[in-house]
């Protein structure tokens, strides 16, 4: 990963990336774990069920710098960019107004996802979010793909915080005055005595909240001016994982990945209707085929939501039975604190998604119920 950190080493031996905010994060008592090649908080003394309920029903802060920051600087013009990316992922980008974001995906030619992505039309260039896991290669197929219509610019100066939960707007708007009237999947920019922020209206827990990017040297100051807010504390990787598990959002890497298709994942709601079969620029990216095949057929598999029975937790590589036979596995799970009960996420066949199906899960050499169910497991709280 090559974006948004200050560039050092962690722990001697580590081999491990070092965030710009890691005496931050050590003052503030976090416990730290290796993450996507960085050192990375997965929490601090309240622990991973205080700081979920604290995004819930107050604000939390995370350090989401290790995610990759790049800009497409168009060398032809907006739509000449906007025309060579669509060429990469099936989203119409070609219509997303100035100042607005939208989630999309690299696909491959077999129609599997090679990552999942934020973007952001900038006015004079795009403005890219990409996973922390992924983005050298991200970066890479970039540069392969946009030659000679784009400068592919990482972002290694700029840190990414997310300020999520109800109360993000309010802590946020102490120190950004007007802040709140930005809508979701909304981006500004304001000047600040820490520097230049730009600052989007999403977030990846299913709260209402913000990302915000910010220069290396203005981050720390900002995350101390939110953090004294009282109601803002901070939360690290666990409480982020079991926010989005309960908001049905897919992991790359654990519910996506090469194996999987944008149709079988449930994120056909990201491919518009000009990308789609009679649209203005149908097909066109990488894997189309089977993906426009999957949109007017439906897929062979499905993600679903999964609740098993009892307290006991059904974790990723869980395998799914169904009478007798194996039919799928759990790619996240885990115990979902605001609905008090293990939830989980996995693959079975699209005839059993119905809600209420009831399958098995082996749990210590042990069969288990464990019924589909629709997702998110938590209603989401976006501000439309």
């Not at 004079?124 to 896991?133: G, I, R, S, T």
């Not at 999947?185 to 913000?210: K, V």
């Not at 990723?316 to 039919?327: D, K, N, R, S, Y």
Request: aromatic share 6%; hydrophobic share 45%.
């Amino acid at each position: 990963m090559s974006g948004g950190t200050d560039g050092q080493t962690g722990g001697a031996g580590t081999g491990l990336m070092r965030l710009g905010l890691a005496d931050l994060h050590h003052e503030l008592g976090a416990r730290m774990v290796p993450f996507a090649g960085y050192e990375m908080p997965v929490q601090y003394a309240a622990g991973v069920m205080a700081e979920h309920l604290q995004t819930r029903s107050g604000a939390s802060l995370f350090d989401v710098s290790h995610m990759g920051q790049v800009v497409l600087r168009p060398t032809q013009g907006m739509e000449a960019l906007g025309r060579a990316v669509e060429a990469m992922v099936p989203v119409d980008l070609l219509a997303l107004p100035e100042g607005r974001q939208r989630y999309g995906f690299f696909t491959d030619e077999a129609g599997g996802l090679l990552d999942d992505l934020m973007v952001v039309n900038r006015g004079d260039h795009l403005f890219v979010v990409v996973n922390a896991a992924r983005a050298g290669h991200d970066i890479a197929h970039m540069d392969a793909g946009l030659g000679g219509v784009a400068q592919v610019i990482a972002l290694p100066d700029r840190a990414l915080l997310a300020l999520q939960g109800p109360a993000a707007e309010a802590a946020l708007a102490a120190l950004v005055p007007g802040i709140e009237r930005l809508r979701f999947l909304e981006m500004a920019d304001a000047q600040t005595i820490h520097g230049g922020l730009w600052i989007a209206r999403s977030g990846y827990t299913g709260e209402d909240g913000f990302e915000i990017s910010v220069p290396q040297a203005g981050a720390e100051g900002l995350a101390r001016a939110l953090l004294g807010d009282p109601r803002v504390m901070p939360a690290g990787l666990g409480a982020r994982d079991s926010l989005r598990l309960e908001a049905g959002l897919p992991l790359y890497g654990h519910d996506i990945d090469t194996t999987t298709s944008p149709v079988e994942a449930g994120l056909g709601w990201a491919i518009g209707r000009a990308r789609r079969a009679g649209g203005a620029r149908a097909g066109g990216f990488p894997g189309a085929e089977r993906i426009l095949r999957e949109l007017a057929e439906g897929p062979a598999r499905l993600r679903t939501g999964l609740r098993p029975e009892g307290r006991a937790p059904m974790r990723e590589g869980t395998v799914l039975f169904h009478e007798g036979a194996e039919v799928g596995r759990i790619t996240s799970g885990g115990f979902g604190p605001s609905v008090g009960a293990p939830v989980a996420m996995g693959y079975v066949p699209a005839a059993l998604v119905a809600p209420g199906t009831l399958l098995e899960g082996e749990l210590r050499g042990k069969r288990l119920p464990v019924a589909t169910c629709p997702l998110p497991f938590h209603p989401t709280s976006y501000k439309r």
